[in-house]
């Protein structure tokens, strides 16, 4: 696994905020209730603990994610948002810029889109056909420093 600003800020960070409630709730039973009678060598270790657990709790969390994400994106990548997107069926976008778009991946990668007539007819292929291109445009737009930073920020990155 690779360890760098992206782990650290889009995937390590917000495990660590989301499992706080839990490492709260296992400090305060643990640590400050008399239901057990820890020997000292267990009282040694207990200082150190609420540390561990929150690393491992933590790094557990951002396991888990990338394997429910892997399942729920890689699995399909014709249901990815960016897919969605730039179908004309989706109105997220504007005519206007969807027709940029696909002039654009036209220049950049030479695959040409489907048309709006085409999709409607054919949605499975237009979806497959954007899905192939995606990867290209994540790979181009990798060395954009502003777009990487905006990616890290939001959690999407590769």
Known sequence: ?????????????????TSLPLMMVFDEVLLHSNWWRPSADILAFMKFAPAAFSAGL??????????ISKQLFQAKPEFLPTTYRILYSNSLLGRKTKK??????VT???????????????????????ASVVPRIRL???????????????????
Request: hydrophobic content about 45%; charged content about 30%.
């Open 1 to 17: 696994m690779k360890i760098d600003k992206y782990y650290w800020r889009a995937q390590y960070l917000p495990a660590v905020l």
């Open 58 to 67: 933590s790094f557990w969390m951002t396991q888990v994610n990338a394997y």
């Open 100 to 105: 940029e778009l696909h002039q654009k991946i």
């Open 108 to 130: 950049d990668f030479g695959v040409k889109l489907l048309t709006e007539q085409q999709e409607l007819a054919d949605p499975v292929e237009a979806r497959k056909i954007i």
């Open 140 to 158: 181009k737009m990798r060395k954009d420093v502003f777009v990487r930073r905006r990616n890290i920020s939001y959690g999407f990155c590769a």
